[in-house]
């Protein structure tokens, strides 16, 4: 599992992850001759280094703090260039991005684990639940667009202090 939360599967803290997911943007950008720019740059690593989601007006919030006016469509522009290319992503449940340090294939069927106590949001894959989805899609004749699984609980880490 890929720890939103933390940034990491072994739980080792989200803002560690920030130069790395921004190396793999810088690297990602170059192979593919996009554009890096600063806006983008800036709302990856404004992300990255948060330990819950953020809506595009919060990180427009916070961007405009340093000292430039940045408008909340600037942003959502630049997130959903960062979004294409695998770089956050959108839990609609709670319309607000994550950063994503992972490499994993653009075609990945995700499933993310949103803790309804802390905030924590974990990435992960489900192959078993992806299969018996693409049975059903198949057999209701269901061609879809996009699928996002979002999955409300609690999280090892919550139930345990609720435990104790």
Do not use: W
């Amino acid at each position: 599992m890929h720890d939103h939360a933390t940034g990491s599967s072994d739980g080792a803290g989200h803002g560690a992850c920030g130069a790395n997911v921004v190396a793999r943007a810088e690297r990602l950008c170059r192979d593919r001759d996009l554009q890096f720019t600063r806006l983008r740059r800036d709302v990856l690593e404004t992300v990255a280094a948060q330990t819950r989601p953020m809506g595009a007006y919060d990180i427009a919030e916070r961007l405009s703090a340093q000292g430039r006016r940045v408008a909340a469509v600037s942003v959502y522009r630049a997130l959903d260039f960062l979004g294409e290319h695998g770089l956050v992503h959108r839990i609609a449940s709670r319309n607000a991005f994550v950063s994503c340090g992972h490499e994993h294939g653009e075609s990945a069927k995700l499933v993310f684990l949103i803790c309804r106590t802390c905030g924590a949001i974990d990435e992960t894959t489900a192959p078993a639940v992806e299969t018996a989805l693409d049975r059903t899609l198949v057999q209701a004749g269901f061609k879809p667009f996009g699928r996002i699984l979002e999955v409300e609980g609690e999280c090892g880490a919550c139930q345990e202090r609720t435990a104790a």
